[in-house]
């Protein structure tokens, strides 16, 4: 009987160490934002999409993983103004030839390797699901108290997306389409 009991107390000061030294903590979605730009010859076009939800997961103070659902339906364009060509753009981007949200509605990211870089900014290997097609894209991760943001690039040909890119089309002239676009992403939790 002592034996057990010095057992459960030595799990319990093990679990309570766990939960003190482990934390997740879940993105406020309304408040944590993903901003694109899309680049093309003869301009390019900005917009933002929302996350449906997403975690950060800490242990001992640092980042040690994390994973993020994206609401694709909800791919907004911002440079433009309705009845100015907004409409089209949000429904082409929406279409099948571009991200196919009808089939595909959500993205997702998820981290696989996390290194630290400095104090408060970590370079982030994670896979990335968009149109149900996953690559790993790395990016560098700046944490401060209640937020984290990052910018990257993202190559929309590794995911099935090819319209008018002129790495895939010849002759495409002042109608190619960038096959990367940048996106920025504003973490608050």
């Known amino acids: 009987m002592k034996n ?20 997740d903590k879940k993105i406020n979605a309304s408040k944590s934002t993903i901003a694109w730009v899309g680049k093309k010859v003869t301009g ?29 339906t909800t791919i907004a364009v911002t440079d433009l103004k309705a009845g100015e060509g907004k409409e089209k753009l949000e429904g082409h981007l929406k ?14 990211i998820a981290f696989k390797t996390i290194k ?14 968009i149109k149900n097609v996953t690559k790993p894209v790395t990016f560098d991760l700046t944490v401060n108290k209640n937020t984290a943001t990052t910018s990257f690039n993202i190559d929309r040909t590794k995911y099935g997306i090819e319209y008018n ?10 109608k190619a389409i960038s096959d990367e676009f940048e996106v920025t992403v504003n973490l608050v939790f």
């Open 4 to 23: 057990f009991k010095s057992i459960a107390i030595a799990l319990v000061v093990a679990l309570t160490t766990l939960t003190a030294t482990a934390q």
């Open 44 to 72: 390019q076009h900005s917009g933002t999409v929302n996350f449906k939800d997403g975690i950060l997961k800490f242990k001992s103070g640092k980042v040690s993983g994390g994973e993020f659902n994206i609401d694709m």
């Open 95 to 108: 279409a099948a030839d571009f991200f196919g949200t009808d089939k595909f509605p959500a993205a997702k």
């Open 116 to 129: 630290v870089k400095s104090a408060n900014v970590y370079t982030i290997t994670a896979d990335l699901t």
């Open 165 to 174: 890119s002129g790495s895939i089309f010849d002759g495409l002239g002042d």
